[in-house]
């Protein structure tokens, strides 16, 4: 039974139909590398799993269970973790203050807990930790994606949802994000990864979807991703990459 399934999923906004039938499947352990243009329907696809936008038909089930009449917050109580696109960190919070704010969804965890959790997520980001009193606005932009990614760790997902996480960054910056989202894997959370760097994406999926207009249209691994014309040439820069 897959982590993650998406059966026929149909959301819209008002009377315009953002995803047309989605139909899609997270296995545990995989990264999962979700493309498509601007407005195809990406970041909608995540806003429903999270429970952010309601479906108007089609089913989401996650861990054996139907969440898609859930709220957000008992989403997050059932494992899934939502880091949204433009990294939203609170400015005139601390680095600390923000990265705790993560748990807050956790029933009857001590303090002691979640400190021990924050010391964890400076184990996987230790360029924050000379920040750790530093206000969220004095961080730049990858620190700012850091904390963010930080913040979504701290519920202890089963399940994290990346939405852009290389949005605005520089290249040796976006390369750094990328080894810690792969680190994250191996530590045991599976990833669902909405992103616009396609060759990055690819490079650390196992399997990947492509959507256009709201609809699904390519899945399959990165090699088959990768030697799909339609998918080079509209992703991947018109040739072949190299894995």
């Known amino acids: 039974m897959p982590l993650l399934e998406l059966d026929r999923l149909v959301a819209t906004y008002g009377k315009v139909e953002a995803l047309r039938a989605v139909s899609m499947h997270v296995e545990a352990g995989e990264i999962v590398a979700l493309l498509g243009a601007n407005g195809a329907g990406k970041s909608t696809t995540m806003r429903a799993i999270s429970g952010l936008v309601g479906p108007a038909s089609g089913s989401i089930r996650f861990d054996g269970r139907d969440i898609g009449a859930l709220g957000p ?58 920040f750790a009193d530093a206000l969220g606005w004095t961080l730049s932009g990858g620190q700012q994606q850091m904390v963010a990614i930080a913040r979504g760790l701290m519920s202890r997902p ?40 396609a060759n990055m994406a690819l490079g650390i999926a196992d399997r990947g979807y492509v959507l256009e207009a709201g609809r699904l249209v390519i899945a399959g691994t990165p090699a088959d991703l990768r030697d799909n014309e339609e998918v080079r040439a509209a992703y991947l820069g018109g040739r072949a990459q190299a894995q």
């Open 158 to 197: 089963k399940l994290l949802l990346l939405d852009e996480p290389s949005l605005g960054l520089a290249p040796l910056v976006v390369q750094q994000v990328f080894r810690v989202i792969a680190e994250i894997r191996q530590q045991g959370t599976t990833v669902l990864l909405v992103e616009q760097n």
């Open 73 to 130: 917050e008992a989403i997050v109580r059932l494992g899934v973790a939502h880091v949204p696109e433009g990294r939203r960190i609170f400015p005139g919070l601390t680095v600390k203050e923000n990265i705790l704010l993560g748990g807050s969804n956790r029933r009857a965890v001590r303090r002691a807990a979640l400190e021990a959790d924050m010391e964890r997520m400076f184990g996987i980001f230790p360029e924050l930790r000379p």
